[in-house]
């Protein structure tokens, strides 16, 4: 059974620092690993996908790279400020979910970036 | 407007009640997704929805949940004799197709059950 875990739980760093969320996953069976942002009371907004053949994407501020192998992913996040607080979920698509998006997420890390 | 919209934002009922909650895919989204988040955890996926196809139930956690969509249009979750257990943020996810296109979310409806 896949199962995706995120370290730390919550953050919290001045702005300017550069930091690093990690995510883990048991089964490297997968599609593509994706993380999203999630503010207090909203959806989730996706902000990067890496498909299982690919070693990194960048977006911005932002990077966030594979390791298939060993089920590892990080999100890299240059120069926070406090528009960056908010959680940051990681998800896998299992290779065997029937072909589709059946995404199976990690528990979060909370983010606080305070000036 | 050009996002997935969920309905009501907020619900607050009591033990033993139905509730019913909406959700209005991206026009032309062939793939529905429902999501339950549980207070401090990651996403559980519930039910998945794929144009006419027969829906993919195997997330739903008891028979007091069901739900439905109309052609490729407007879902509706349904949970029948809620218990506190059930109370989380329902969130409601659509994509072009299910071939692992990224999804796009609804705000979500925050259930409370007293």
């Known amino acids: 059974k896949q199962e995706v875990t995120q370290i730390p739980a919550a953050l919290s760093v001045p702005e300017g620092e550069n930091l690093v969320l990690n995510c883990s996953f048991t089964?490297?069976?997968?599609?593509?690993l994706q993380w999203f942002r999630q503010d207090p009371g909203k959806g989730l907004t996706s902000l990067l996908l890496?498909?299982?053949?690919?070693r990194e994407q960048t977006s911005g501020r932002l990077n966030a790279s594979l390791d298939k192998s060993s089920g590892r992913s990080t999100l890299y996040i240059a120069a926070s400020q406090p528009g960056d607080s908010a959680t940051y979920l990681c998800?896998?698509?299992?290779?065997?979910?029937?072909?589709?998006?059946?995404?199976?997420f990690g528990a979060g890390t909370r983010l606080a970036v305070h000036p | 407007g050009a996002g997935v919209s969920q309905s009501p934002s907020n619900k607050v009922t009591e033990k033993g009640k139905d509730v019913e909650l909406r959700c209005d895919p991206i026009?032309?989204?062939?793939?529905l997704y429902w999501y339950r988040q549980r207070l401090g955890q990651g996403l559980e996926f519930l039910i998945y929805?794929?144009?006419?196809?027969?829906?993919?139930k195997s997330g739903l956690p008891s028979d007091r949940f069901s739900a439905e969509r109309t052609g490729e249009s407007v879902s509706t979750l349904t949970i029948q004799r809620t218990q506190q257990e059930d109370s989380a943020v329902y969130l409601c996810?659509?994509?072009?197709?299910?071939?692992?296109?990224?999804?796009?979310f609804g705000d979500g409806t925050r259930l409370s059950i007293l």
């Open positions: 026009s032309g989204h062939t793939a």
């Open positions: 998800a896998v698509t299992p290779m065997f979910s029937g072909g589709y998006n059946k995404l199976i």
């Open positions: 089964d490297s069976a997968i599609y593509n």
């Open positions: 929805f794929q144009g006419n196809s027969a829906p993919d």
């Open positions: 996810a659509s994509s072009w197709d299910g071939k692992r296109q990224p999804q796009h």
């Open positions: 890496i498909q299982s053949s690919q």
